[in-house]
């Protein structure tokens, strides 16, 4: 990616540049295994008490501030501590990634094309160039919330750039032939179709696939919040007693012994 070009670029040589990368590496898998193992945590946390399936919160990508709320809340200042490294997390991705955007339209674009006085007023052109992505990317934030969940919204964005431009550079790399226009409409063309596909998965989704979860193990002030506020416990089909009623109705009684369990009320 550009912003990992960028830093590699101000080193002083090509081999402090690979160390930079060897040095990145650990990093990023260490990266991957606590991302991997938060995953666990919160599904064994919750496998035997869905907040999603409780409509406590709205999506999965709100679990992981949930279980921070619902297991750090009683310790002072541990859920701002970890609001804080979210938002910092955040916005040195952004800040990084909006400076390699505008460095690169005012070099390969702008700069041949206009006259600056000094270095100055380059810079000044720049900040507002990277202001402008900022700018757009808040509107695109507004939609990106309409692509699922925000793994998906990524996978969608990135994947759809990756491919093609991994495309180019092995086309530049074994293909020294080759010349600019072709590789800039066979990387438009790849960058077309690799949307038209992010895009139709997103219009006609696939199934979702997920582990099975159930309120086997829920709380009973957390079930009575549930009753009282939908008058019934959500539908799920990861909870096994609800394909057996009279299963159900024993749930019903153990959580809750006030609930109405009459046949009527059952149809």
Same mark, same amino acid.
């Not at 270095?119 to 900040?127: G, N």
């Not at 895009?199 to 979702?208: D, T």
């Not at 959580?255 to 149809?267: F, H, Y």
């Given at each position: 990616?550009?912003? @990992?070009?960028?830093?590699? %670029?101000?080193?002083?040589?090509? @081999? ?32 035997? %008490?869905? #907040? ?37 997390? $955040? ?50 934030? /507004? ?10 919204? %990524? ?22 032939? $080759? ?14 179709? *690799? ?14 696939? *997920?582990?099975?979860?159930?309120? $086997? ?7 009575? /919040? ?18 057996? #009623? ?15 369990? *009459? ?5």
């Amino acid at each position: 990616m550009q912003t @990992q070009v960028q830093r590699y %670029c101000s080193m002083e040589s090509p @081999q402090k540049a690979r160390r930079t990368l060897y040095y990145n590496l650990p990093g990023l898998v260490i990266l991957a295994v606590m991302a991997v193992m938060c995953g666990n945590v919160l599904y064994a946390k919750y496998r035997n %008490c869905d #907040p999603v399936t409780l409509r406590l919160i709205d999506r999965h990508d709100q679990l992981m501030p949930y279980y921070v709320m619902d297991t750090l809340a009683k310790y002072p200042g541990l859920p701002g501590l970890f609001v804080a490294c979210v938002f910092s997390g $955040s916005l040195s991705t952004l800040s990084s990634g909006l400076n390699a955007l505008a460095a690169v339209t005012w070099e390969d674009i702008i700069k041949d094309r206009i006259t600056v006085k000094n270095e100055k007023q380059a810079l000044t052109i720049t900040k507002l160039i990277a202001m402008g992505y900022g700018l757009l990317s808040i509107a695109m934030s /507004f939609g990106v919330g309409n692509l699922g969940t925000v793994l998906q919204a %990524c996978m969608v964005l990135v994947g759809s750039m990756v491919g093609p431009l991994f495309a180019m550079f092995l086309i530049g790399i074994f293909f020294r032939y $080759s010349t600019a226009p072709a590789t800039l409409i066979g990387f438009i063309l790849g960058v077309l179709a *690799s949307l038209s596909l992010s895009i139709g998965s997103l219009v006609i989704p696939r199934p979702q696939v *997920s582990l099975p979860t159930t309120l $086997s193990e829920c709380p009973q002030d957390v079930i009575a /919040f549930t009753l009282d506020k939908y008058q019934s416990l959500p539908n799920s089909s990861y909870i096994h007693s609800y394909d057996n #009623p009279d299963l159900c109705v024993d749930s019903l009684l153990r959580w809750d012994p006030l609930v109405d369990t *009459s046949e009527e009320n059952l149809k």
